[in-house]
């Protein structure tokens, strides 16, 4: 049997998931900060909104520069599963987008929390994909110049 068919799932190789738990911590930290020190405006918490996009945005540009660098195993895998799952994963939140609907809708802004959000994860979906863009982009300049 080969020998990565005899190895536990990556879910369950320790130091996949320490380097996974790592960037969580580290992203659940940055975007914690961030909440702290944005306050809501008009009682829209924009900053939620600013870190789910630009979450979007910078994970869609790893996923697809790690992508187009090799396959996915040995230091790229690391990197995306401390980057990529671990403090994106930790920084973007969702589940805040959702608390912050359930809020607008309790303050009796049903018609703001709908457009909420539905831009934010709109406007993250198109941010994903100018990330992948951006990425691709740059290897195509990259392999245009002779530099990988």
């Not at 369950?12 to 380097?19: E, K």
């Not at 790690?66 to 939140?93: M, N, Q, S």
């Amino acid at each position: 049997m080969p020998a990565d068919r005899r190895r536990a799932p990556l879910h369950l190789r320790p130091r996949s998931v320490l380097l996974v738990f790592v960037g969580g911590a580290l992203g659940t930290a940055a975007r914690y900060l961030l909440t702290l020190s944005v306050p809501p405006v008009a009682g829209v918490p924009l900053i939620t909104f600013l870190i789910n996009v630009t979450g979007a945005f910078v994970l869609g540009w790893l996923l697809q520069s790690l992508a187009l660098r090799g396959p996915d195993e040995g230091g790229r895998r690391d990197v995306r599963l401390f980057a990529g799952t671990g403090i994106l994963g930790g920084y973007t939140t969702y589940s805040s987008l959702a608390v912050d609907t359930d809020g607008l809708i309790a303050a009796q802004s049903v018609g703001l929390s709908i457009l909420y959000a539905v831009a934010t994860i709109a406007v993250g979906a198109l941010a994903s994909v100018a990330g992948i863009a951006l990425a691709s982009a740059i290897a195509r300049r990259r392999t245009r110049g002779g530099h990988g």
